[in-house]
């Protein structure tokens, strides 16, 4: 982590800023909760979306620890936000070490709520962009928390559809050091629920706040989303709407699909 002090760009957006504003945090600044609240009045579910996809993450983990993985790659981590990825594996497993990377300054300034691990654990923070996977990859904070001989989970919850660029490549870099047994997880925007542009309760509307705003956004079709895992070995039901991967018990309305709007998936290294 750098040893200086952060420029936390306090008058741009960010999405892990408006994200900790749609789970209810305070860490966002006046940029940040302006945007969070147009987004709110574009597309009211989003606090359902946000909330929705942090379940997820802790559904995901779960399963991946009952796996055996013990080592963890949380990319795009967001603002802390108890329980975080180590705090849900170290439950079923303390010696699990977790690695977090984010490009936000303000994550940078809490990490240290990130690397309260378990004693038989560690955790680690890299301050990065997940556009560069190789720099992720050689990062000595990583390089000394994980053995990539062995298996490896990484973790891309709600960030893919923000990174610029060719993000399928990005997904291929990094786990194609990973040792068989490894596993990729992740959330994804889709338009694929939207009933057209002017649809009041629209994802669009949403990504358009975003837009407007400078971040860039790229929504994705269930097909799309499903090539970040080719290769891999689709883990049942494969790519399936957040809120009912894994959820047995849980009847949820088809309506309930567009308010959430997201596609999630794991996928296993063979």
């Known amino acids: 982590m750098s040893d200086g002090p952060p420029d936390l760009r306090t008058d741009v957006p960010h999405p892990a800023r408006m994200y900790d504003y749609f789970l209810g945090g ?51 981590t967001g603002i802390p936000t108890a329980p975080n990825l180590h705090q849900v594996a170290q439950q079923q497993a303390p010696e699990s070490r977790v690695v ?14 990130l690397l309260r691990s378990s ?10 962009d997940a556009a560069e996977p190789e720099t992720i ?33 990005m997904v291929d870099t990094l786990m194609a050091p990973l040792a068989p047994g490894s596993y990729l997880a992740m959330s994804h925007v889709t ?17 358009q706040v975003y837009v407007d705003r400078g971040i860039p956004v790229h929504p994705r079709p269930r097909a799309e989303v ?7 070995e689709l883990v049942p039901p494969g790519i399936e ?18 308010r959430v709007s997201l596609y999630g998936g794991v996928g296993k290294k063979v």
Do not use: C
């Open 26 to 76: 305070k860490d966002f600044y006046e940029a940040d909760r302006l945007a969070a609240e147009q987004a709110l009045r574009d597309f009211p579910s989003v606090r359902l979306t946000a909330r929705t996809n942090r379940e997820f993450m802790h559904r995901a983990t779960h399963y991946l620890a009952e796996q055996g993985i013990r080592q963890y790659l949380d990319i795009g």
């Open 100 to 113: 977090y990377v984010d490009n936000d300054p303000l994550v940078l300034a809490h990490a240290r709520a």
């Open 119 to 128: 004693d038989e654990g560690r955790t680690a923070y890299v301050q990065a």
């Open 137 to 169: 990859l050689s990062a000595p904070e990583l390089t000394e928390t994980l053995d990539l001989g062995r298996p490896v989970a990484v973790s891309l919850m709600a960030l893919v559809h923000f990174v610029p660029g060719d993000v399928y490549e």
């Open 191 to 207: 338009m694929e629920f939207d009933d057209g542009p002017e649809d009041p309760d629209g994802m669009a509307r949403l990504l």
């Open 226 to 232: 499903a090539r970040f895992f080719d290769g891999l």
């Open 241 to 258: 709407v957040i809120h009912r991967w894994h959820n047995e018990g849980i009847d949820h309305p088809p309506s309930h699909d567009k």
